[in-house]
């Protein structure tokens, strides 16, 4: 188990359960979803550009467009979101690859699934597998495996 660090202490409150959030943790918390936004937008940009401009399958479509997208997380997370964060970047930068193929291969499946029920049009799939797979998987992961 990691020890708690000093800034970590301090950023609690004695006097009550709620953690004080400095401005470090929240210009972090902006930095990150920010990151993640413009890595969502090149995933789905190159699966749409691929879905719609290609003989490639959805399935292809969406892995590829998953996979642009988490080597742009990555990157952004590590230089811009987390810099300095103590982590060991190999070990860290494994984790998240390992992570990230299953979190592909999971859009893709969720993705072929949906197209082949019937239910869902194409273009709909891709931001619902999303979605799915990032609740249940790619966060828990991330919190407890990843970055733990």
Do not use: Q
């Not at 937008?41 to 997208?69: K, M, N, P, Q």
């Not at 949906?114 to 891709?126: G, K």
């Amino acid at each position: 188990m990691r020890a708690l660090n000093k800034k970590a202490i301090r950023n609690l409150s004695l006097s009550s359960d709620k953690p004080k959030i400095s401005r470090e943790d929240l210009g972090k918390f902006f930095k990150f979803h920010l990151a993640a936004a413009l890595a969502t937008g090149v995933d789905f940009s190159v699966f749409y550009i691929l879905f719609y401009f290609s003989d490639l399958s959805a399935e292809v479509c969406t892995f590829t467009g998953a996979s642009v997208g988490a080597v742009l997380n990555y990157s952004l997370s590590s230089t811009f979101v987390f810099r300095n964060h103590g982590y060991n970047t190999a070990r860290t930068a494994t984790r998240y690859a390992v992570v990230a193929i299953g979190s592909a291969f999971l859009n893709s499946l969720c993705v072929g699934l949906l197209i082949r029920s019937h239910f869902f049009y194409p273009a709909a799939t891709r931001p619902l597998a999303s979605l799915l797979v990032s609740l249940f998987y790619n966060f828990p992961l991330h919190r407890w495996f990843v970055f733990r």
